[in-house]
């Protein structure tokens, strides 16, 4: 199929005309717009799947390590061990975010409604190309610093995967050191269950120490990314409000001069 086909023309519209010599001349001097394998791609109907989250599958594990030590029966009845199920509850909460921010950034996910106001690929992307060229210019960045760091959360795949490895023993050994007793009401026949566990309170803060971080890491990327993004939007908007006055037509000094012009402006415009 070609791009053509896919409008679905009624050739029997005899309202259709060639173009002139001239007008063909024009297109022909116009750059391609599509490479050959973006022209094949939207032809086909294809043009989309281009991007993955090269963290997703880090970020799934580690929540599913997390979910499954709060799923040892007891673990939250269980009074000295309230730090662990914090820390624990604080990765899965610290992962769910993660992984919306990441596919965000990543291009999976694209801007809506309701995010439209967070980094995307696509906006961040829009953004720090302006951006290149202005730090470029006002303070000499010869680096690619005013684009990635939007984009940071994506390049912490091996750290977190070697966090999630250290934590996969917990849930074992969580479960082994948790005795259970039933008591039994002789008059209601109710039973009810208490949970103790044999783990020291070293061991439980160990396991407290490898769970933090998790999420420490995880909430330091996402929030760095997002307050870089709002910062260089912030730049660029302020950017744009002065842009205005680099090219000042006649008319336009005119008015900043004698009507609408501040002391600042002018100052400015005429130094």
Avoid: C
């Amino acid at each position: 199929m070609s791009i053509f086909s896919r409008l679905g023309y009624d050739s029997a519209n005899t309202a259709t005309m060639n173009l002139s010599t001239t007008a063909v001349a024009t297109m022909n001097t116009m750059p391609p717009l599509l490479n050959s394998w973006q022209t094949a791609d939207v032809a086909s109907s294809s043009a989309s799947g281009y991007f993955v989250n090269p963290v997703a599958n880090v970020t799934q594990g580690i929540w599913n390590t997390a979910n499954s030590i709060i799923n040892v029966a007891g673990v939250t009845s269980v009074s000295n061990m309230a730090t662990l199920v914090t820390a624990t509850n604080n990765v899965r909460a610290a992962s769910n975010n993660f992984i919306l921010h990441t596919n965000r950034i990543s291009g999976v996910t694209q801007p809506n409604a309701s995010t439209g106001t967070l980094p995307h690929y696509s906006s961040a992307m829009s953004v720090s190309k302006i951006l290149m060229f202005i730090t470029f210019q006002s303070d000499g960045v010869q680096n690619n610093a005013p684009m990635m760091g939007n984009f940071t959360s994506l390049t912490v795949a091996n750290t977190l995967t070697t966090q999630n490895t250290s934590i996969q023993t917990y849930r074992g050994l969580i479960a082994n050191s948790i005795n259970v007793t039933a008591t039994t009401d002789p008059e209601t026949f109710e039973t009810t269950y208490s949970y103790t566990t044999n783990l020291t309170p070293t061991q439980v803060s160990t396991m407290v120490n490898g769970l933090q971080p998790i999420a420490d890491l995880m909430n330091a990327r996402r929030t760095a990314d997002v307050t870089f993004f709002n910062n260089s939007r912030a730049v660029v908007d302020d950017y744009n409000k002065v842009d205005q006055f680099s090219s000042i037509g006649q008319t336009e000094s005119y008015l900043y001069n004698n009507y609408i012009g501040s002391d600042k402006l002018k100052s400015r415009i005429n130094s």
